[in-house]
């Protein structure tokens, strides 16, 4: 099975901006994005995730500009899976209230069983806390793990 991915909004932002979490010069989350691309994974959101990528992308004007990538009618067919329902889940309010901002993409997470890329190390954490990851076996990585993933072994 092919597998897929939910990008955070913070792996778009630092794509875009080329950085890292903590503004250093990184191409990681950006080479993770192209990689994705090229090898025809499905990029999942909903409404929600999707807004959220337009919102904090429609205020750079630098190149590459990901927005217009994202939007590209030369986007291969089925690149961009959308979801259109995210129920809510039983496990969901042991979640960590530091990390409740973010329930909404860890539905998306449990109903696609696609694999969630992120910066957020505390939601990461939280996760592992709440046992989220083994109860629905979602991958939860940081974007080098998840570029690693794509990557063939080396012999």
Not at 35 to 48: E, S
Not at 73 to 93: I, S
Not at 122 to 149: C, F, H, R
Request: glycine share 6%; net charge negative.
């Amino acid at each position: 099975m092919t597998p897929r991915f939910i990008l955070d909004e913070n792996v778009i932002i630092l794509a875009q901006k080329l950085e890292n979490d903590r503004g250093e010069k990184d191409s990681t989350c950006y080479d993770l994005l192209d990689q994705i691309i090229k090898i025809c994974h499905p990029i999942v959101v909903d409404l929600i995730l999707w807004r959220k990528y337009m919102r904090q992308l429609g205020g750079f004007q630098t190149t590459p500009h990901l927005a217009g990538v994202l939007k590209s009618p030369t986007l291969p067919a089925g690149k961009l899976a959308f979801q259109q329902d995210t129920p809510q889940f039983d496990e969901e309010t042991d979640i960590p209230q530091g990390s409740q901002d973010d329930v909404e993409i860890v539905r998306l997470a449990v109903v696609t069983r696609a694999i969630l890329v992120t910066t957020d190390q505390p939601l990461i954490n939280d996760l592992k806390t709440a046992g989220i990851p083994e109860i629905y076996n979602l991958q939860v990585v940081l974007p080098g793990d998840a570029l690693n993933l794509l990557q063939p072994p080396l012999h």
